[in-house]
Nanobody, 127 residues
Framework: QVQLVETGGGLVQVGDSLRLSCAAS????????MAWFRQAPGKEREFVAA????????YYDDSVSGRFSIFRDNAENTGYLQMDNLKPEDTAVYYC????????????????????WGQGTQVTVSS
């Protein structure tokens, strides 16, 4: 299975932008669905966005739709999460996840359906 490493987190101000990266190794990234989840202190891990193996379909949680964009470069074995117009409620540890089995919009939202995870990267949005 693929190994994942996230980078790009940091401390930003309200309204700023950040781009998170998810570097994959160990297997062909193009064979995996990819998603981003996040977990704030004291809260459960929640779905943010997901995309299919070649990025032809993207799916977002309502809380980030229109502000975040998930995309991937399979030639570079890297996935991305572009986050614009950040809000304090976006503060969390962000995790990249991947799985090789086909997923639908229901299973894309379920963290239990992903077998590969990164270590997470902290995003803090200050007001």
């Amino acid at each position: 299975q693929v190994q994942l490493v996230e980078t790009g987190g940091g401390l930003v101000q309200v309204g700023d932008s950040l781009r998170l990266s998810c570097a994959a190794s160990g297997d062909a990234f193009s064979g995996y669905y990819m998603a981003w989840f996040r977990q704030a202190p004291g809260k459960e891990r929640e779905f943010v966005a997901a995309t299919t193996r070649v990025g032809g379909f993207t799916y977002y949680d309502d809380s980030v739709s229109g502000r975040f964009s998930i995309f991937r470069d399979n030639a570079e074995n890297t996935g991305y999460l572009q986050m614009d117009n950040l809000k304090p409620e976006d503060t969390a540890v962000y995790y990249c996840a991947a799985d090789s089995k086909p997923l639908n919009t229901a299973t894309m939202r379920s963290w239990a359906d992903y077998v590969s995870w990164g270590q997470g990267t902290q995003v803090t949005v200050s007001s």
